[in-house]
């Protein structure tokens, strides 16, 4: 079985500030990795995604993460966000075959 | 842009009525999903389909709800009697496993039972 957690439900940033969301998950086969964003009433859009090979990836809209083996997390970052982040992110994980698999989400609140 | 469409976009029912929400996968994705959204519980998987064949429904509660691919071109889930806690955001999904793990949602149905 796989899980997912995402350690903050919120997260309040200032506009043009830094953003970290932090993604932990446990599987005991690999995996592939996914953060998702929704917009207010909106369904869910890919953002990123690691499948294999580097473990540092880009996105969309100038988002990055890092898949760290070891600590099995796959945090996402932001240098600088944007009011139209404001959103809520979902971390994802599937093994080969299996279902996917969310993360509670993390609500992010752009303030100006 | 490929697509995947639901509709209704929005159900207003009362308790004890049949619900049926349809969804269009992207053509050539083999992989649908069934996801429910509430404030509570997050993003729970309900069902999912590979090749049309359910894989898994054990998030379903299974003497009310049914999800069906009678085609290809489309995925159905019914709620017979809805309750009122069924009330929520529903997303059907769709992939291709043999391709770029790229999952497309579509917009949701919301649903609300009074």
């Known amino acids: 079985a796989q899980s997912v957690t995402q350690l903050d439900s919120q997260v309040p940033v200032f506009e043009e500030a830094p953003v970290e969301l932090r993604c932990n998950y446990s599987s005991s086969v690999s995996v592939y990795l996914f953060w998702y964003v929704q917009y207010p009433n909106q369904g869910l859009q890919l953002l990123l995604k690691?499948?294999?090979?580097?473990?540092l990836v880009k996105g969309i809209n100038g988002f990055e993460a890092e898949f760290n083996k070891s600590q099995t997390s796959f945090h996402l970052r932001k240098p600088s966000v944007h009011i139209s982040d404001t959103a809520e992110y979902f971390c994802?994980?599937?093994?080969?075959?299996?279902?996917?698999?969310f993360g509670g989400g993390t609500r992010v609140l752009v303030k100006p | 842009d490929a697509r995947v469409t639901q509709t209704p976009r929005h159900k207003v029912t009362e308790m004890g009525q049949e619900v049926t929400m349809r969804c269009q996968p992207i053509?050539?994705?083999?992989?649908v999903f069934w996801y429910r959204q509430t404030m509570m519980q997050g993003l729970e998987l309900l069902a999912y389909f590979r090749n049309r064949a359910p894989l898994d429904d054990s998030g379903m509660p299974k003497d009310r709800f049914s999800a069906e691919m009678p085609d290809a071109t489309l995925a159905t889930l019914k709620i017979q009697p809805s309750e009122p806690r069924d009330s929520a955001v529903y997303f059907c999904a769709s992939v291709d496993t043999g391709g770029n793990e790229k999952l497309f949602f579509g917009s949701g149905t919301q649903l609300s039972v009074l």
């Open positions: 690691y499948l294999s090979g580097s473990t």
């Open positions: 053509l050539g994705h083999n992989t």
């Open positions: 994802a994980v599937r093994a080969a075959g299996n279902k996917l698999t």
